[in-house]
């Protein structure tokens, strides 16, 4: 067993009976036999704990056992103890081997395990808290108590004994339109009338209740206010919210009468409910004072609100071309058309350029906008309902002027192009370009010049997408 050593006694050999007994540690008189080495001793290698951490209050003990000392055959299988802290927490190794710990005061300290030839060490972690007294009776100091409406009071409550652990607690009202309580144990009155509050205990659920009696106390009105936040504005077919502030807050009576210069144009939706807050339908344009007055001594708030036609969003407006070409110097027009809905609000276009280095723009004010080509490039003109219901981009490509050619007789055009064909006169006025044909393919296919090809169509570039229509006079 750990701990524990062989006391048996040697047997020394009698001396007075004068016989020779063989004794192997006694060789006799010419035995060359050498004496026998003693054995190393074997040490404690590993051993285990039942626990690495343990719990204990103050005052209190644990016992932790040691268990699987390895090898069996360790010549000494003692364990032996120690505290970190001796002022938290004492060890001690008991008899059977097991250690013992106690709680001196709260806190955490390591306990050094270890066997006593220094084979093996463990340690182990020891918590000592202190121990837990429980609740076992809560009251409140008085059964009962008064308070006046938009008054407070804090009775006190008594938990016993003093030194529990948790003293700690809820409230709670049984009528809280009587009287409310806040977790702090604070009592307002609300509305005449009695209640009783319940403080229960967490340790233990214990609970205890006092009768709160709450009284009338008349508080005059001194004024009223329309709230700052209240709508002064609205659309027709639609609702607001109005409400007053009746000061000082706790006054007893807060009834409020309210009433409308103009019944045609606005209507209270419900008279019922809390008089502080009504809700106003907005029936046709126009302004309207609304005025609260109170029951109790004639203060009186004014507001007015203005009525208006709810706001109609542009959704489309038609423009005479979806893109622009020309030549610096050069003039044109977008016409504005079908601004929809017909009933639109605001019927404002807002217009802006990418660049106004290319193209100037003038609105005539009239639907009509007059532009002018400044130099070669591209831009965009935007034009934008002012209300944000439709946005339009309108792509300009501005061109340098082409120099007049003159027109080439059909015998001068077979000559330029080694061509002895006679090509009857085109007798169409346009063209659709076909995929992979460029400017030159349909100046030849037509018998004219790229240029006044180009010049005809106000190009500078000499392919084109398929499907695009130029014209050829």
């Given amino acids: 067993m750990p701990g524990t050593q062989d006391e048996t006694e040697p047997v020394e050999n009698d001396a007075s009976t004068g016989d020779e007994t063989d004794d192997p540690q006694n060789p006799e008189e010419g035995d060359e036999t050498q004496p026998e080495e003693p054995e190393e001793p074997i040490k404690v290698s590993s051993f285990d704990l039942d626990k690495s951490e343990v719990t204990v209050d103050t005052g209190e003990e644990v016992k932790v056992n040691v268990l699987n000392i390895i090898p069996e055959n360790a010549t000494d ?62 009251a409140f100091e008085t059964g009962t108590a008064e308070v006046e409406v938009g008054q407070s009071i804090t009775p006190n409550v008594k938990v016993s004994p003093e030194n529990a652990t948790d003293k700690s607690g809820s409230y709670q009202s049984d009528n809280s339109e009587i009287a409310t309580v806040d977790q702090s144990g604070k009592i307002t009155g609300i509305k005449a009338g009695t209640t009783a509050i319940n403080f229960i205990a967490n340790d233990g659920k214990k609970k205890a209740s006092i009768a709160v009696t709450v009284k009338e106390s008349t508080v005059s009105v001194t004024g009223i206010a329309m709230a700052a936040d209240n709508a002064t ?12 502030l009746i000061s000082p807050e706790n006054a007893t009576n807060k009834n409020i009468n309210w009433q409308l210069s103009d019944e045609s144009l606005a209507e209270f939706s ?34 007015s609100i203005k009525i208006t036609d709810p706001i109609v969003k542009m959704t489309e407006f038609e423009i005479d071309k979806s893109d622009l ?61 002012h209300d944000g219901g439709v946005e339009k981009a309108i792509p300009v490509t501005v061109n340098e002027p082409v120099p007049d050619e003159p027109e080439l007789a059909t015998w001068e055009y077979m000559l330029i192009n080694h061509d002895s064909t006679v090509y009857p006169a085109p007798s169409l006025d346009t063209y659709t370009v076909k995929a992979g044909e460029t400017l030159a393919d349909i100046a030849t296919d037509h018998m004219m010049s ?22 050829l006079s």
């Fill in 77 to 138: 299988k003692t364990i032996v103890a120690s505290s970190n802290d001796a002022e938290i927490a004492t060890v001690m190794v008991h008899t059977d081997g097991s250690i013992g710990i106690k709680g001196i005061k709260a806190g955490s300290v390591t306990a050094v395990v270890k066997s006593n030839d220094g084979g093996a060490t463990k340690e182990l972690t020891i918590n000592v808290k202190n121990p837990i007294i429980s609740v076992t009776d809560v």
């Fill in 450 to 471: 790229l240029a006044k090809l180009k010049k005809l169509n106000k190009l500078t570039v000499n392919v084109l997408p398929a499907g695009r229509v130029i014209r």
């Fill in 233 to 244: 504005t609205g659309e027709t077919g639609t609702n607001i919210e109005l409400n007053a």
């Fill in 325 to 385: 070409m020309g030549d610096v110097g050069n003039t044109d027009e977008l016409v504005v058309s079908n601004i929809q809905p017909t009933n639109t609000t605001d019927k404002t276009l807002d217009l802006s350029l990418d660049d106004s280095d290319i193209v100037d723009v003038h609105d005539n004010g009239d639907g009509s906008y007059s532009i002018s080509y400044l130099q070669p490039g591209s831009t965009v003109i935007h034009l934008n309902s």
């Fill in 270 to 303: 419900t008279t019922e409910g809390d008089s502080s807050h009504r809700i106003l339908k907005l029936l046709k344009a126009g302004n309207v004072d609304v005025t609260a007055t109170t029951e109790d001594g004639g203060k009186v708030a004014k507001q």
